[in-house]
């Protein structure tokens, strides 16, 4: 729709111009003392190439060769020629404008014989024909090279504003995803934690008071915990200067979660090759900490009362390995069963390591591999 619009009003532009400069001419020639069948001749040929100019957008190379035989016989019919020139330079190769050109500077030689400017000499009439003709062509071309930079321009500012809003959406997604996986991690843990103390006193309720008081305690320290775990990973999030409660947790508290499932009734057992865990770097350190905390998440809450065994090893310069197996158990599936474990690969995925789980003849077993710069 757009497009037709520009046409037409192209159109109508271009005969409004032609027609402007055929007055024009013919004024010019009124006012040398042209009169009679020569005047009224050219009037015809004016108007007569006036008509042909709406015909350069259907047919433009016939059309214009039309305006250019016309201009062999009267003045009047080079304005109209002229425009048949530009739009053949604009809308076809330069070789077909040059063409058109040439045909027009035959038309005007031939012209300029039997009809002389007064006071132009001939020699100096061919030059100003071929020169104008050349500006003609070239003006064309170059208006046409203008048009089609503004339309790559516009195109690529609506390539680059589209992907800006890709790269927008796409960010906020991965800071949503971010987002989820933080919460998951400090939550998960704790609240598998909370479950399994609360499960405690609901199937013995005939537990000493000692007990019941101790297992209240361990859940008030635990969501004591977790309120400030969750304060630390909002305040790091937000990425504001407020200091957050403490830093987030490595391998360096790898005994204390481990105790953690112990405290529960998850029988644990610790391989540990890494000699010194305050060795392996932060980002590393941290990534394998969420490793393990799922693990034994997972494990609670799908084969409770089964014993671990984590195996962890590597060295600076080379790759750090965990590998976490337990017996597969019959514990229900909690709502969002697998989304610990697609974050988490993620996650590895993202630190530059591989995460794999299987169960496998009645085990249960995760491995990873973060990478461990020297």
């Not at 496998?360 to 995760?366: K, S």
Request: charge should be neutral.
């Amino acid at each position: 729709m757009h497009g037709e619009l520009f046409c037409e009003r192209g159109r109508t532009g271009l005969t409004v111009a032609a027609a402007a400069g055929f007055a024009a001419t013919a004024a010019g020639e009124i006012a040398s003392g042209v009169r009679g069948v020569p005047l009224a001749a050219d009037i015809v040929l004016g108007v007569l190439g006036c008509a042909l100019v709406p015909l350069l957008f259907r047919w433009p190379v016939t059309s214009a060769l039309a305006l250019m035989v016309l201009t062999a016989f009267g003045a009047t019919a080079t304005p109209p020629a002229s425009i048949g020139v530009i739009q053949v330079a604009r809308r076809g190769p330069l070789g077909v404008a040059v063409g058109v050109a040439a045909a027009g500077v035959s038309g005007h030689l031939v012209r300029g014989i039997w009809r002389p400017v007064p006071g132009l000499p001939y020699e100096w009439w061919a030059v100003l024909v071929v020169l104008g003709h050349a500006a003609l062509v070239g003006g064309g071309a170059l208006a046409e090279a203008r048009r089609a930079l503004i339309v790559s321009l516009t195109e690529r500012a609506r390539r680059a504003e589209a992907e800006q809003g890709r790269r927008v959406a796409e960010a906020r997604a991965a800071e949503r995803t971010r987002i989820a996986r933080e919460m998951h991690d400090v939550l998960a843990h704790r609240l598998s934690l909370l479950a399994t103390y609360a499960g405690a006193l609901e199937y013995r309720p005939d537990s000493s008071p000692e007990r019941i008081a101790h297992a209240a305690g361990v859940i008030r320290a635990t969501v004591h915990q977790a309120l400030n775990e969750l304060r630390t990973v909002i305040t790091l999030l937000r990425g504001t200067d407020e200091d957050p409660e403490g830093p987030l947790p490595t391998l360096t508290e790898l005994s204390e979660l481990v105790e953690e499932s112990r405290a529960v009734g998850t029988a644990v057992e610790l391989r540990d090759g890494l000699g010194d865990p305050a060795a392996v770097p932060g980002p590393t350190g941290r990534a394998a900490y969420r490793v393990l905390q799922e693990a034994l998440t997972n494990a609670r809450k799908h084969a409770p009362g089964s014993p671990v065994r984590i195996e962890l090893g590597g060295e600076p310069g080379a790759r750090l390995r965990i590998e976490v197996t337990n017996p597969v158990g019959g514990g229900a599936a909690g709502p969002g069963t697998g989304t610990g474990l697609a974050g988490l690969t993620e996650r590895v995925r993202l630190a530059g390591g591989r995460l794999d789980h299987e169960a496998a003849a009645g085990e249960f077993r995760l491995s990873a591999e973060l990478p461990w710069p020297a």
